[in-house]
């Protein structure tokens, strides 16, 4: 058996994981990075990348189509195959070559396997070969194994080899039939990528079409996905599920409607991947979320590190957010808090302190790449009113904004901010509408600074432009106010 030491070991090479090793070793420690799958992980090649890539072209195209003389000059529809190989570039053609060029670049040295804790500081690695190699972190292990599709206990579903977002990211062809199982992100995106790739859709949204959005951006997408042909059926829930053997699926739901199609996409939500990297041997359920404190140590059911703080979870394990980027936050945090401790040296975890999470808490941005697409940072209006905020909703047209105009010929879109009516300050913002995915940061600074509004009154947009709304949305909230001239 073959026995490696290391400052650091993480188990799990995706995103999270590999900014974890690296804020180790820009710290002067030593990591490595256990991996059973690709390096790279998820968001590589079966999530963010690769799902993006299939509703790019798209989106594309109908911006072109929303102009005149650039209208003029479609004369055709999309490429499947073109959209899928561009796809199948952006996902490395599921090779990882060059994430490991990476590591070894960043001096972070890898092992393949299932990595499995075995006690205190100690990862066993079985690779392919089936010989276990041990490693002993002498400061700190970290779990960053993220997530995996969640099937429900549907009667025939497992039987019936359903898509998950993994099968939907890599499909090589366009199902000419496609029944989605969901409403939230990946199922509205999704629908939003085979619709435009020629499938026919049904989607069954038993809770409504993103129902975590704020409603307006739901409806939106709703009303969207149905012009586009595809049947949305808002409350269907699927009782039963079967393949026949010619390949057909059908899916009998629980009011007895009957739907037919070629595949099956599931998407209803995620597990954590903490099945089988043996968290029974230090005290906890295996396939459980994990709790972590304010730096992402892992705890017991008594609010306690574990042992003597050698455990850490970052990413979509520990369930605070499930976002890359929220992860790859964490990652940055939990290798900076290693280091610290490792050397010594103070840690700050106090409310943005650097070695805590706090944007974990109301300041998540997230996009969701449908049509149109939805931009979001921090609490809506019901997540405020939960929170016992003293909020005041400001709502505005996008398209009523000069820069929308000229962006596209017929713009739709809307605009709200929650504010905080105690501190004057921005808690929550919603943009929905064409390529409004890169309005999304200047919301995501006014909530995690704080600025009060009177302050955002200064932050001038340059006209003409869509970013524009901002004043719209002071004017609408109220003084201090000035007279704009005739140029609106």
């Known amino acids: 058996m073959d026995s490696n030491t290391y400052d650091v070991v993480v188990l799990g090479a995706g995103p999270v994981g590999e900014n974890v ?55 055709g529809g999309l490429d499947a195959a073109a959209v899928l190989g561009r796809r199948d570039g952006f996902a490395s053609h599921w090779k990882d070559d060059g994430q490991v060029g990476w590591l070894d670049s960043a001096g972070i040295a890898l092992h393949r396997g299932q990595g499995r804790i075995v006690s205190a500081n100690v990862v066993e690695v079985t690779g392919d070969d089936g010989v276990p190699v041990t490693l002993t972190a002498r400061h700190a292990v970290v779990i960053a194994t993220g ?60 809770d409504g079409v993103l129902p975590l959005a704020e409603p307006f951006a739901g409806e939106r997408v709703t009303e969207s996905l149905r012009e586009a042909g595809v049947s949305v059926r808002l409350g269907a829930e699927a009782a039963s599920v079967h393949r026949d053997e010619a390949g057909t699926v059908h899916i009998t739901m629980t009011d007895g409607e009957r739907v037919e199609a070629d595949e099956v996409l599931v998407a209803i939500g ?123 909703v400001v709502d505005y047209d996008l398209g009523a904004v000069a820069g929308s105009a000229l962006h596209a ?41 704080e600025v009060p509004l009177e302050r955002l009154w200064h932050a001038v947009p340059a006209f003409p432009t869509v970013s524009e709304v901002w004043l719209r949305l002071l004017e609408a909230y109220g003084p201090p106010r000035q007279d704009l001239g005739s140029c609106r």
């Open 270 to 392: 995620r597990i954590p991947n903490t099945q089988d990297i043996g968290l029974g041997a230090v005290g906890l359920m295996p396939g459980a979320w994990l709790t972590v404190d304010d730096t992402l140590r892992v705890v017991g059911e008594d609010g306690a590190p574990i042992g003597d703080g050698w455990l850490y979870a970052a990413g979509d394990v520990n369930r605070r957010v499930l976002l890359t980027h929220q992860g790859k936050y964490q990652a940055r945090a939990v290798g900076d808090v290693i280091v610290a401790r490792a050397k010594g040296e103070a840690v700050e975890d106090g409310r943005w302190g650097r070695h805590v999470a706090t944007a974990d808490e109301r300041a998540v941005p997230q996009v969701v790449f449908s049509e149109p697409e939805i931009a979001s940072v921090g609490l809506t209006a019901a997540a405020a009113e939960a929170a016992g905020v003293r909020f005041r």
């Open 147 to 206: 997530s995996g599709a969640l099937l429900p206990d549907i009667p025939g579903l497992r039987e019936a080899a359903p898509w998950t977002s993994r099968e939907a990211a890599a499909a090589s062809a366009v199902p000419g039939r496609l029944a989605i199982i969901g409403g939230g992100v990946v199922a509205s995106e999704m629908a939003t990528a085979f619709a435009a790739l020629g499938s026919s859709v049904t989607m069954l949204a038993r």
């Open 21 to 75: 090793a690296d804020r180790v070793v820009q710290g002067g420690l030593g990591a490595a990075i256990v991996e059973r799958e690709l390096v790279g992980g998820e968001c590589s090649y079966w999530a963010c990348m690769p799902t993006k890539a299939l509703l790019r072209s798209a989106a594309a195209l109908r911006a072109a189509r929303r102009l005149p003389g650039a209208r003029e000059a479609v004369t």
């Open 409 to 449: 010929d017929g713009y739709r879109g809307h605009a709200r901010m929650v504010v905080d009516e105690d501190r004057t300050v921005i808690v929550g913002f919603t943009l929905v509408g064409p390529d409004v995915a890169e309005l999304l940061h200047a919301a995501t600074i006014a909530v995690v600074g």
